[in-house]
């Protein structure tokens, strides 16, 4: 027996359960379901209530900063580097040293200016000794005068009595000449030779002072923080062998963008967060405020004087400072997220009676993370945000739910 549905192929495919209705039903059909999602849209994105986030309103403290970024360096620093050129033989220091004022930190060969030294010295005993055989020719020519004035003295008297003849007296006075002339030359050859001794002594000192310059020393305590050269090289007057810092102050020379002058000044606190230990902060305070701006970048430069620096730490590592501008203690604070505008004006979004409503404020100092409210919010108010991003918008007059 056949089924009167079965054609002469097989059986027939059975219509949709809807199409099997009467054409009323199908009708409400078509009516109902987009009327069904039409609701279920508007429930959704209308009036179902937003999850959101509640934040009491409370009064605190706002601190304004001014943020530069900057690297690590030393107040102090000098770039250690011959007077002389020649060969290094010695190296005494590396990088990473900690030295003592006067230490040496490398020789140059000094045997050349040894021997230059040498011939110096006798050279300035040489002068000693020709101007000590002066001083003694000068003595005798000091007694030769006096011995001279006496004669002509005696010979005077007797002229006068008729005891002597006149061509005694001649005599006598060309003696007298004579031995002033003597003593007028050999005074004469002393100032020659103390001069020759003060140039021999120069000379002397000079090459003591090069033979010094073959051993460079630390100008001040310090650390070794480059090495340039090694035993065998050889350099020119001037040129780089080592870099030295002093560690007795190390600062943050920090960029800042030149808008943020007129919130700067000497002695501010601050805050330092090294990129290496991005967790920690470290106290520190404006040593000194730059007076030239970078004609390109519009930044000035900020030192920051550290009080302690990390356990590693480079000359020259980056760092955020974070520059205390001002601070404000008593006021109530909010998140700076909560800030809404409507109509170009700020506001925020308060729960009442389950229900957000807008309540236009005004801000006062503003935070890294918190605003000051100066009106139109009191501690305790209940700020809302949504809870979680999502297709249902929060607005005032939105019905809400904490979560």
């Not at 050269?229 to 030295?244: H, M, Q, Y």
């Not at 601050?270 to 405020?289: I, K, L, N, Q």
Request: aromatic share 4%.
């Amino acid at each position: 027996m056949t089924d009167a549905s079965d054609g002469p192929d097989g059986p027939a495919r059975r219509p949709p359960w809807w199409r099997r209705q009467s054409p009323a039903v199908r009708m409400g059909l078509r009516v109902a379901v987009p009327l069904l999602v039409l609701v279920a849209v508007a429930w959704r994105f209308f009036l179902a209530p937003v999850p959101v986030t509640i934040h009491t309103a409370a009064i605190g403290t706002i601190s304004a900063e001014v943020l530069g970024t900057g690297t690590l360096e030393a107040r102090h620093a000098a770039v250690i580097g011959p007077k002389l050129g020649g060969l290094i033989t010695r190296v005494a220091v590396d990088e990473g040293a900690r030295v003592r004022a006067g230490e040496l930190l490398f020789q140059l060969e000094d045997s050349d200016i040894r021997q230059q030294v040498a011939m110096a010295e006798s050279d300035v005993a040489a002068a000693t000794a020709t101007l000590e055989r002066l001083q003694a020719g000068q003595r005798r020519a000091a007694a030769v005068l006096a011995q001279a004035r006496t004669h002509h003295a005696r010979t005077a008297e007797l002229l006068a009595r008729n005891s002597a003849a006149p061509v005694d007296l001649d005599m006598a006075v060309e003696a007298l000449a004579i031995a002033e002339a003597e003593l007028t030359s050999a005074g004469a050859a002393i100032a020659e030779g103390q001069r020759r001794l003060a140039s021999a002594e120069h000379s002397l000192e000079y090459q003591r002072a090069r033979l010094r310059d073959t051993s460079v020393e630390a100008p001040f305590d310090g650390l070794v923080v480059r090495r340039d050269r090694e035993p065998g090289d050889v350099v020119s007057a001037g040129a780089t062998v080592l870099r030295l810092v002093s560690l007795r102050e190390m600062w943050i020379s920090a960029w800042v963008d030149e808008t943020e002058l007129a919130r700067l000044a000497d002695g501010q606190p601050a805050r330092v967060v090294f990129r290496s230990e991005p967790g920690r902060e470290y106290v520190g305070r404006v040593a000194r405020v730059g007076r030239e701006a970078d004609r390109e970048t519009r930044e000035l430069v900020v030192d920051v004087r550290l009080e302690a620096l990390p356990a590693r730490w480079a000359v020259g590592q980056r760092a955020e400072v974070y520059i205390l501008a001002e601070r404000r203690e008593g006021v109530v604070a909010l998140p700076v997220g909560l800030l809404r505008v409507k109509d170009g004006a700020p506001g925020v979004l308060l729960a009442v009676e389950g229900s957000a409503r807008w309540r236009a404020v005004s801000v006062g100092l503003r935070g890294a993370d918190l605003v000051e409210v100066t009106a139109g919010l009191a501690a305790g108010d209940l700020v809302v945000s949504p809870a979680a991003a999502g297709p249902a918008p929060l607005r005032e007059g939105r019905r809400v739910t904490p979560r």
